[in-house]
């Protein structure tokens, strides 16, 4: 697991050069919201936090983009799949955003990714989440050592790795297998984990390559 020290954008610009970057957007910020039409009217429909965690998530990786892309922040444009999963239609960059209650972040790179975060002490049944979700024996570990912490590295990992391949959660968590040293399957296929943990929030990025997180940014 490693600790993420994120860090104000460095004034020479962002370069991905073959890794991953992760970014933590704010909820307020003094630039003003960057939605399309669709968005804005999506996001009123939504409850705090929920408004203002994706308000943040869209606006922040079109400010992110911009800085990779040189595409100017307003006019990235953000689309959807067939599953749900946004992508960037005119920037040849790939992200993914996950939020839990303040906070927000987003993974960057030059291939498919996917990232998920979760707090600790939730006070959730995370025993009977594992029994119900995971492997057996996933499920017997997190039984036998009773570790929260424990159970939310699995949990993110195996989100990641869903939300990698665009399916979500709907993908079956039980299929999704992150392996002790960073490389894990998901059904037939290699995937490439790396856990981190920054407060009380424990995340994972995964990735179909091998790849090192190169970079921890914040505006």
Not at 87 to 103: Q, V
Request: with cysteine; charged share 20%.
């Amino acid at each position: 697991m490693t600790e993420a020290a994120f860090v104000k954008v460095p004034s020479d610009g962002c370069r991905l050069d073959g890794g991953i970057h992760v970014w933590r957007f704010p909820f307020d910020s003094s630039s003003g919201p960057l939605l399309s039409r669709d968005e804005a009217l999506r996001a009123a429909k939504f409850q705090p936090p929920a408004k203002a965690a994706f308000v943040a998530g869209r606006s922040g990786v079109r400010r992110a983009a911009s800085l990779y892309s040189g595409i100017p922040a307003g006019e990235i444009l953000v689309e959807t799949d067939a599953n749900g999963k946004p992508y960037f239609s005119n920037a040849e960059i790939h992200f993914n955003l996950s939020h839990t209650g303040s906070t927000v972040v987003a993974a960057f790179s030059g291939s498919a990714v996917g990232i998920d975060i979760e707090p600790v002490g939730r006070g959730r049944d995370f025993v009977g989440i594992a029994r119900r979700f995971f492997d057996p024996s996933e499920a017997d570990a997190i039984s036998r050592s009773h570790d929260e912490e424990q159970f939310l590295r699995l949990w993110t990992g195996k989100e990641a790795m869903l939300k990698l391949s665009g399916e979500g959660i709907s993908g079956g968590l039980s299929g999704a297998r992150p392996g002790e040293r960073g490389s894990g399957s998901l059904g037939e296929k290699k995937v490439h984990t790396s856990g981190f943990f920054f407060g009380n929030i424990i995340g994972a990025v995964a990735s179909f390559q091998p790849f090192e997180v190169k970079g921890w940014f914040q505006f």
